[in-house]
């Protein structure tokens, strides 16, 4: 079956620590893979994409690469911000149209960003 | 073009009573998905419905809960006789095409 695992939180960094935030997964064919930030309050918002094995999402920072050799999709940042401070949330797609693309979801991992 | 819209944002309920949650798609987007998210917890699958069509409610509990897309309007995730345990926060997000989802604020239903 299709599932996410992600590092637990919560992760706190002082202002431009490096970040990684681990994501496995398990997959029956060729998923894609996502981030998506929720910030206080607010509902979920895409960070950044990955469709295919080797391809790297980036987006205000952030980057994560697609490695089907440890079906991983860490998430990475150099030097992170404040305002970087919200849940983040790896996910999955499994591109089965026949079943609506179905999303899996991880846990999510609370960041922290401290001045 | 106007992101994912849901109402109400915030919804208090005393157990028993329903609630209704309304979620309007992006224009030009036919599939829609519920997810609920419990407090300190992710989000849970619930329902995914094309025009007029569930297609797969496997996340969706098996009492109480009902979902909707209609032709025309919004799409409504209904519970009835809400009890305490329902209270968490549901999102709704759309799809173009089934596959990049967006998603909308969330209700924060709260029963009482």
């Known amino acids: 079956g299709n599932s996410v695992t992600q590092m637990e939180g919560p992760v706190t960094l002082s202002e431009e620590a490096f970040l990684t935030i681990n994501c496995t997964y398990t997959?029956?064919?060729?998923?894609?893979l996502f981030w998506y930030v929720q910030y206080p309050g607010e509902g979920l918002q895409l960070l950044l994409k990955?469709?295919?094995?080797?391809d790297k999402g980036s987006n205000k920072g952030f980057e994560a690469t697609y490695r089907k050799e440890t079906t991983s999709f860490h998430l990475e940042k150099g030097s992170v911000q404040v305002s970087d401070s919200a849940v983040y949330f790896c996910?999955?797609?499994?591109?089965?149209?026949?079943?609506?693309?179905?999303?899996?979801f991880g846990t999510g991992t609370s960041l922290t960003v401290i001045p | 073009n106007a992101g994912v819209m849901q109402n109400p944002r915030h919804l208090v309920r005393r157990r028993g009573q329903e609630a209704r949650l309304r979620c309007s798609p992006m224009?030009?987007?036919?599939?829609v998905y519920w997810y609920r998210q419990l407090p300190e917890e992710g989000l849970k699958f619930m329902v995914y419905?094309?025009?007029?069509?569930?297609?797969?409610e496997s996340g969706m509990p098996k009492e109480r809960f009902s979902a909707e897309f209609p032709k025309e309007g919004p799409s409504i995730l209904r519970i009835q006789q809400v009890v305490r345990g329902d209270s968490a926060a549901y999102f709704c997000?759309?799809?173009?095409?089934?596959?990049?989802?967006?998603f909308g604020p969330g209700t924060r239903l709260t029963v009482l």
């Open positions: 997000a759309s799809s173009p095409q089934g596959n990049e989802q967006f």
């Open positions: 997959a029956t064919g060729y998923p894609s």
């Open positions: 990955a469709t295919k094995a080797d």
């Open positions: 996910a999955l797609s499994d591109n089965q149209s026949n079943t609506g693309n179905q999303f899996y």
């Open positions: 224009k030009g987007h036919s599939h």
């Open positions: 419905l094309q025009k007029e069509n569930i297609i797969d």
